[in-house]
């Protein structure tokens, strides 16, 4: 049996070898050089997620620095975050970050990105920091339970380990079945997952055929909701994606859950008033008469989604400005502010996937990430029922809930 109770340094394990579990232990480690930090991965391979994060590029945080602002990015956890982001955040994480040699740089809508475009940037951070602060890192760990042996010591079964004790436990196990089943088994609700950060699938003459194609600014709702999203809109072979779509599919992955992902979609392509677009219609008819309409956009919409658009309001190709009707008019208008597209599922990418649901958070301490149900017991990362709008939000809400399970679990006397 492997025990480190007979020494006088802390055992402490983490589970899960991700965003959250490394930054946690990273953080334990060089707080408190006494304790002994072990890192166990049932996988081959760690930091998959960070690995496959936007594309290989790895959006890390967001450039959003007041807390309380920063919090309004997550749909669930936004009022328990507050708190920590005032202690750890977006200017922490980029000078962490900086500090150990990689260089960030910040893209459209203050998303960071390391500067070179290259996830393994962050990875070779992380790994080195870890066997720096000497963390130990243990892949292929197979746990078949968790048990509490008496108040802050924990016993871990394998399947082909011997047990493994430990004064003080980390779970960051994401949304993973086992890391809930765990924490239930330790007396913790779980609020069943969800999908949270998806695109939608949309089979629409309207949208066929224009994969690519772009809309910034625009604003989305659900039939039924009274919630708006205002964003870029990406047009996809599937449907809809996007910061838009995404943040929409976030706020409402309950809602949309229920309904099984049959919904119907509002989209106002340019969140301009009924009246300005008119006008500007009654304009180009007096100011372009002999123009084709379909050659000519007075918005900022792509022009092949212009044409889309005006098919869709009975408006022939051919036709010009001069004989735009009224009836027409109001069909377009309608058209560019209302128009209603059927989501007929929804299209997670495997890479990046996310949910909402996991611990409950009235259970879980927010000042030092620990259990309010298990002494020694501590949570981080997506385990949690957080969850952001984007991906960047969802690795800050990994640093911040690490560095601050990573400060307090080294210590003595462990909060309970």
């Known amino acids: 049996m492997r025990s480190i109770s007979e020494s006088q340094a802390l055992e402490i394990v983490v589970i899960g070898g991700g965003a959250a579990g490394f930054f946690a232990a990273i953080t334990c480690a060089e707080s408190w050089p006494g304790c002994s930090l072990t890192i166990l991965e049932k996988t081959d391979q760690v930091l998959q997620k960070v690995r496959l994060s936007g594309g290989g590029r790895c959006n890390l945080s967001n450039a959003c620095f007041e807390p309380r602002k920063l919090a309004e990015n997550y749909p669930r956890g936004s009022k328990e975050l507050i708190g920590p982001f005032s202690r750890f955040q977006p200017r922490d994480t980029m000078t962490w970050f900086e500090e150990r040699g990689v260089p960030l740089c910040q ?14 940037a962050i990875i070779d951070a992380l790994t080195a ?13 197979d746990i078949t339970s968790i048990s509490s042996k008496s108040p802050r010591r924990f016993r871990l079964e394998t399947r082909t380990e011997e047990p493994i004790d430990c004064d003080r436990l980390l779970l960051a196990t994401g949304s993973a079945p086992a890391g809930h089943a765990w924490a239930k088994a330790l007396g913790h609700s779980i609020l069943p997952p969800v999908p949270s950060l998806f695109t939608f699938a949309i089979t629409d003459e309207r949208l066929t055929g224009l994969s690519g194609l772009s809309v910034e600014g625009a604003q989305l709702q659900l039939k039924g909701s009274k919630l708006k999203q205002r964003g870029a809109i990406l047009i996809t072979h599937h449907g809809l994606s996007g910061p838009a779509v995404l943040s929409l599919s976030s706020r409402e992955a309950r809602t949309l859950h229920k309904l099984d992902y049959q919904a119907q979609l509002q989209i106002d392509w340019l969140t301009l008033s009924r009246e300005k677009i008119e006008q500007t219609l009654k304009s180009s008819k007096r100011n372009k008469p002999r123009l084709v309409v379909s050659a000519y956009c007075p918005f900022e919409l792509p022009r092949r989604l212009w044409v889309r658009l005006l098919k869709a309001s009975g408006i022939p190709h051919q036709q010009r400005w001069a004989d735009l009707s009224n009836k027409q008019s109001k069909l377009l208008t309608s058209e560019l502010t209302d ?67 990573g400060r307090n679990m080294g210590k003595e006397e462990s909060p309970g």
């Open 339 to 405: 128009g209603s597209y059927q989501v007929q599922g929804i299209n997670p990418n495997k890479q990046e996937f996310v949910t909402c649901g996991g611990v409950q958070l009235k259970e879980v301490d927010f000042r030092t990430m620990g259990s309010r149900q298990h002494p020694g017991l501590y949570f981080a990362g997506e385990i949690l029922d957080i969850d952001g709008i984007t991906g960047g939000f969802n690795f800050q809400n990994a640093w911040t809930t690490g560095w601050l399970a």
């Open 107 to 120: 893209e459209a809508e203050g998303r960071l990105f390391p500067a070179k475009g290259r996830s393994a």
């Open 129 to 141: 920091a870890a066997e720096s602060a000497g963390v130990k890192l243990s892949t292929g760990i």
